[in-house]
Structures are given as C-alpha cells and as structure tokens.
C-alpha cells in the first residue's frame, strides 16, 4: 500500500493502485448507519453501482444471487487481500513491526493507512470525519461534484463530524489539508470552507435534521440507520420465511434515503438498492484491549474485519464459516 505522508494525498498514485473506486457498475455492500447510506446514495448517483447488501460487524446479509467476494465493502475495513473496501478506521497498531498477514489489507482504501497512522504513536491524529467524505474527494478528481446548501448538514452529522470539528480543530484542519480541501474543485470545500451558514444557522439546520430523522424512526432512536441484528448479534428485521427486509424496516430506510437524496441532490433510485431476499450469516464478534501480543494474536485468527475504536478496546469479527 502506497504511503501518503505529505502534505496532500496523491490522488493519481491512489487511482492508479484502486481504480476500482472509480469505475463504473460495481455491485457493493454497505455499513448500514447513515454514512454508509450515504456512501451508497453517491456512488449508486455517480457511477451506477448497486448496493446489494449490508455488514455490520455481526451480520452479514446479502442478496442471496451475489457472491459478497465480488462485492466493494463500504464503510469498512476488510482484512481479505482478495476484497476491495474502503473505511476510515484506525486498523495498525505499530507502523514499525507489522504482523506478517498485513498485506491482507492491500486492496482496503482506509484512511488511517494512506498517512501510515497507528495506534502506537498516532491515535490522538486518527481520521475524524466519514467515509463519504474519503470518497467525495476521489471522485471529485475527474468529475464536478456540487454540493448544494441543504447537504452541509447531513454531510457535517454523519459519523459526528460536526462535533469532532469543535473537540479536535486541529486534527480537522490537518485532515482536510491533506485530502485537498483546500483546491477549488474539491467538493470538500464547499461542505466545509463555503460560508453557507453562521455557526447559530448551522445549528438551527442540524436541529432541523435531527428532528427529521426522530420523525422517520417514528420518535426513537435509530432513524438514520438499518437494524440488521440487535445487541446480543442475532439477525433482525428480515424476515424468516421471505428473507427480505421486514416492510417498516424498508419503508424507513427508504424514506431515509429520499430525505438524504433530497439534500444532496445524489438520486435515490430504488432498482439500486437490493432489500432481499438475502442469505444472512452471523459472525463472532468480540472485543480485547489494545496491546502489541493481544493485537498480533487477534491477527493471527485472520479476522474479517476490525477496528481499533479507543485506547481501551479493539473491535473484531471473526468468520468461522468462511463466507469472505
């Protein structure tokens, strides 16, 4: 994986190494919180691609004719030199001794990685905006992105970059130098230098959003995302018998995604979005605390996905069946 310590990430070695990011037509599975909503709202606009199921890090559902190894995980970081996905995790722990499988990651665009962060010396620094984000400012290299005024606040509330704007400044700034923000075709710049709203403007308009997304849960939490298995892991909200999306499950991740296509401008169009039937498979998920021994061992169990969360716990999956 090429490193990316200057200054501004360079997109051309970037494309040259994943071009698959940029092509057309692929078939994808998302995280399905609101950034990896997003994810797939933008590249199913530009580019076509279908999303054909979600990943959790308990479960797996996808639509049950598609090969998930054929797929581009988004929002994610997987741990399988033979699947591409992209994410904005912290997965190194030590720059300076990689464990030996670590070109597992060879075909994962993740964040932390292109400016060879780790936990060791570099947690404090570790990527703070989304994953959107990431892909907003590759795919603005070739084509004109508009972002128009109702997008700043989805686009600011998701994965809480609005307020790791304020608690971590700095490490904002730097973030967004690096992935060029600053050039005057970067998409970025308009979610994040354009002079759309005063700091109390911009309030009122999160405000406004987050009172949208309490109305599409129906009052609870939950409305920016689609349940697919519940805290103990099992699968939930796809039915037994069809196999599909449970309808009010469906019927709110649509309306959710009309709302976001709606600010943004990126079409919500419903024949790219697979909602089953799905073949489901649960994974173990576990949790250990940061640790060079406790790190390398969990390695060796080649998990399919992991992310370093805290400086207290290292989240993991494990595929016992093999599936990815």
């Known amino acids: 994986m090429p490193r990316h310590s200057s200054t501004e990430l360079d997109y051309r070695t970037l494309l040259g190494q994943y071009s698959w990011v940029a092509e057309r037509d692929h078939n994808c599975i998302l995280s399905p919180d609101s950034d990896g909503l997003l994810c797939g709202l933008l590249m199913s606009h530009y580019l076509g691609w279908k999303i054909r199921g979600f990943y959790d890090g308990k479960v797996l559902a996808i639509k049950e004719d598609v090969n998930p190894q054929d797929c581009i995980f988004l929002d994610m970081e997987i741990f399988r030199p033979n699947i591409r996905s992209v994410g904005q995790h912290m997965v190194m722990y030590d720059k300076a001794d990689l464990p030996s499988n670590w070109s597992n990651f060879n075909n994962c665009i993740a964040a932390n990685n292109l400016r060879n962060y780790d936990f060791k010396n570099d947690f404090k620094l570790k990527y ?4 959107v984000h990431v892909l907003l400012s590759i795919l603005g290299q070739d084509r004109t992105i508009p972002i128009p005024k109702s ?5 600011l509330y998701t994965d809480g970059t609005f307020k790791n ?10 973030w967004l130098d690096f992935l060029g ?7 970025l710049q308009k979610v994040f230098l354009d002079r759309h709203y005063s700091t109390y403007e911009l309030m009122v308009e999160l405000k406004d959003l987050f009172s949208q997304i309490n109305v599409i849960g129906g009052g609870k939490r939950g409305g920016d995302k689609i349940k697919i298995s519940d805290s103990r892991g099992n699968i939930a909200n796809i039915d037994s018998r069809t196999h599909q999306l449970k309808p009010a499950t469906k019927t709110q991740a649509e309306t959710f995604l009309r709302m976001l296509a709606d600010k943004t ?6 024949a790219h979005w697979s909602w089953g039937p799905y073949q489901t498979t649960r994974f173990r998920k576990g949790s250990v605390k940061p640790g060079k021994a406790r790190y390398n ?17 290292i989240e993991y999956t494990i595929d016992g069946d093999k599936v990815l």
Do not use: D, H, M
């Open 128 to 131: 703070p905006l989304g994953t």
């Open 151 to 155: 997008a700043v606040s989805p686009l």
């Open 165 to 174: 704007q304020f608690n971590y400044p700095e490490n904002c700034l730097s």
């Open 181 to 187: 923000a600053n050039n005057t075709n970067s998409p």
């Open 265 to 270: 401008g990126w079409t919500f169009t419903p």
């Open 297 to 313: 061992a969990l390695l060796a169990q080649n998990p399919i996905s992991l992310a370093i969360i805290s400086r207290n716990s």
